[in-house]
């Protein structure tokens, strides 16, 4: 867990802050980690959150689809007696890790947290290319895997490109951009982060009270589409409601609008009192799998003074009850997004 989770309203994403916990206070106190107990850290990132519960005597399941976070919880690994349980993997794959590695007490957990987003560790290495400050390639995998940022901006079709920044980017300038893209690639195709912002910036422009980069939106669109974020989340959620034991905790913090309605979605829907109806009586009701907290919390002034990119941070958290998971498979995730199995081999 670090500091770079930034939202599209941080003037700094991509700038220098690192391996700062966000709202590392208030994930412990809803997280509660105790000796004896087995934790989910979903998104290890630098280890702070994994650190902090290891030292309230829990054991961790620590979980990353970066390489090279991987490495690290190794080596953290070696400092806690086995007490730490490295995973190179997703964590919308949680039931099944969790099945694994918690095979002993029956593949469920006392808590699960998760820091969703991209860490700062990302962002501050320009060959990872997540950022539009600093020039490297056009990449933007977590994991390192599957079609790049690159693939996505030369063979998507331009409507589709349309979709992805103006949805999971909330640009509103999405059509001139994704046309600008097009127009571009036919020319020389893109394979540099500060030629595809330079592009952005040209249509977007930046006024002078603007606050961010005007390639910030549609960065955070293509990140999200490479890496299925949302989706991921999406899957994350469906399984904590799974694997977590009675009276388990969900943690989830969150740095923009698009994670956080699906999580808010989630936790109001999974934590409404059940509810049937005289006119539908064959229909079993929606059991109260949750008890969620009232509100999201935010950081205090303080602390994003210390860290700016903890700014746009939000904390929400639910208790699991002792009723069976829902069986129905719900749509957590934006409808109309184009899919990377289906990235065309030219982009037009």
Not at 219 to 239: P, S, T
Not at 276 to 289: E, I, K, V
Request: avoid cysteine; hydrophobic fraction near 40%; aromatic fraction near 4%.
């Amino acid at each position: 867990m670090t500091a770079g989770h930034g939202g599209i309203d941080d003037p700094v994403v991509g700038g220098p802050a690192r391996h700062i916990p966000v709202l590392l206070a208030e994930v412990l106190e809803a997280l509660a980690p105790k000796p004896g107990e087995v934790i989910v850290d979903g998104t290890f990132g630098a280890g702070g959150y994994t650190r902090a519960i290891l030292d309230a005597g829990a054991d961790v399941i620590a979980i990353d689809r970066d390489p090279a976070a991987i490495a690290t919880a190794r080596g953290l690994a070696e400092g806690y007696d086995g007490r730490l349980a490295p995973v190179e993997g997703r964590f919308g794959d949680l039931q099944r890790i969790v099945e694994t590695q918690a095979e002993a007490a029956g593949g469920r957990v006392d808590g699960i947290v998760l820091d969703v987003g991209v860490s700062s560790m990302q962002l501050d290495e320009a060959e990872r290319g997540f950022s539009f400050q600093k020039d490297g390639p056009l990449d933007m995998r977590m994991s390192g895997a599957g079609p790049s940022a690159a693939d996505v901006v030369n063979r998507l079709k331009v409507g589709d490109l349309l979709r992805v920044i103006g949805i999971l980017g909330e640009e509103k300038q999405a059509g001139r951009v994704a046309r600008a893209i097009e127009a571009r690639r036919l020319e020389q195709p893109f394979t540099r982060t500060l030629d595809l912002a330079g592009v952005i910036g040209k249509v977007v422009g930046r006024g002078p009270k603007d606050k961010i980069d005007p390639a910030t939106r549609s960065f955070q669109g293509l990140r999200i589409f490479v890496n299925d974020e949302l989706g991921e989340l999406a899957r994350a959620l469906v399984a904590a409601e799974r694997v977590l034991k009675p009276g388990g905790r969900l943690v989830i913090v969150s740095f923009h609008s698009l994670e956080d309605r699906i999580v808010k979605r989630f936790l109001r829907d999974r934590s409404s009192p059940p509810s049937g109806s005289r006119h539908l009586p064959d229909m079993a009701p929606a059991t109260q799998t949750f008890v969620a907290r009232n509100r999201a919390v935010g950081a205090t002034d303080a602390e994003a003074e210390r860290n700016p990119r903890a700014r746009s941070a939000k904390l929400r958290a639910g208790i699991r009850t002792a009723e069976p998971a829902r069986q129905d498979a719900d749509e957590l995730g934006f409808a109309g997004l184009p899919s990377l199995a289906d990235l065309p081999d030219t982009g037009v």
